[in-house]
T-cell receptor, first 110, second 114 residues
Framework: GENVEQHPSTLSVQEGDSAVIKCTYS??????FPWYKQELGKGPQLIID?????GEKKDQRIAVTLNKTAKHFSLHITETQPEDSAVYFC?????????FGTGTRLQVFP | NAGVTQTPKFQVLKTGQSMTLQCAQD?????MSWYRQDPGMGLRLIHY???????DQGEVPNGYNVSRSTTEDFPLRLLSAAPSQTSVYFC?????????????FGDGTRLSIL
């Protein structure tokens, strides 16, 4: 079955710096790669997603890149702000199920 | 719209007790699923349903039962609670258009088994 690995597990950055979170997947049949943000005491919320026919997608300060050959995808957050502090999850969908990475705790210090 | 609503938000059980975690969505989504979230392990799929009357197992189904009698509701039952089932449980739903449809999550049920 699909296996999604996510790194790093924790990431601390200064406000205004960029943050990058990386994920790899194992099943070449995966064709959809969403990213979720989870704030304390809340459920995960979709922040951006990318489909396998696209290499990059951007939404304001957030971008996602996909390299299908290498089976990895990354989340890039530019000009980080304290409200970006949260746990971020990547996921992949080889079938009708969503397989999650283990999460990255991002802390943005003012 | 309320989205995905989970009840209760918190629950403490004793080993061997049974209980039902409730999940309801008002988006007319065909696909619903249950995950558990444990430290360092991300979210793992317990059971899912592609429509009323249809359920299937995910990665970690043992100790849990589900049923789907209506489109709106997808309850998760713990038959005989064990300490290993202490976790945060999330229900999610999405449209039937395929796995590349965005999933919407509830805010979770925090369950402790003593």
């Amino acid at each position: 079955g699909e296996n999604v690995e996510q790194h790093p597990s924790t990431l601390s950055v200064q406000e205004g710096d960029s943050a990058v979170i990386k994920c790899t997947y194992s099943d070449s049949a995966s064709n959809y790669f969403p990213w979720y943000k989870q704030e304390l005491g809340k459920g995960p919320q979709l922040i951006i997603d990318i489909r396998s026919n696209v290499g990059e997608k951007k939404d304001q300060r957030i971008a996602v890149t996909l390299n299908k050959t290498a089976k990895h995808f990354s989340l890039h957050i530019t000009e980080t702000q304290p409200e970006d502090s949260a746990v971020y999850f990547c996921a992949a969908t080889p079938t009708d199920k969503l397989i999650f990475g283990t999460g990255t705790r991002l802390q943005v210090f003012p | 719209n309320a989205g995905v609503t989970q009840t209760p938000k918190f629950q403490v059980l004793k080993t061997g007790q049974s209980m039902t975690l409730q999940c309801a969505q008002d988006m007319n989504h065909e696909y619903m699923s249950w995950y558990r979230q444990d430290p360092g392990m991300g979210l793992r799929l317990i059971h899912y349903s592609v429509g009323a009357g249809i359920t299937d197992q995910g990665e970690v189904p043992n100790g849990y039962n589900v049923s789907r009698s209506t489109t709106e509701d997808f309850p998760l039952r713990l038959l005989s609670a064990a300490p290993s089932q202490t976790s945060v449980y999330f229900c999610a739903s999405r449209d039937a258009g395929g796995s590349n449809q965005p999933q919407h999550f509830g805010d979770g049920t925090r369950l402790s088994i003593l």
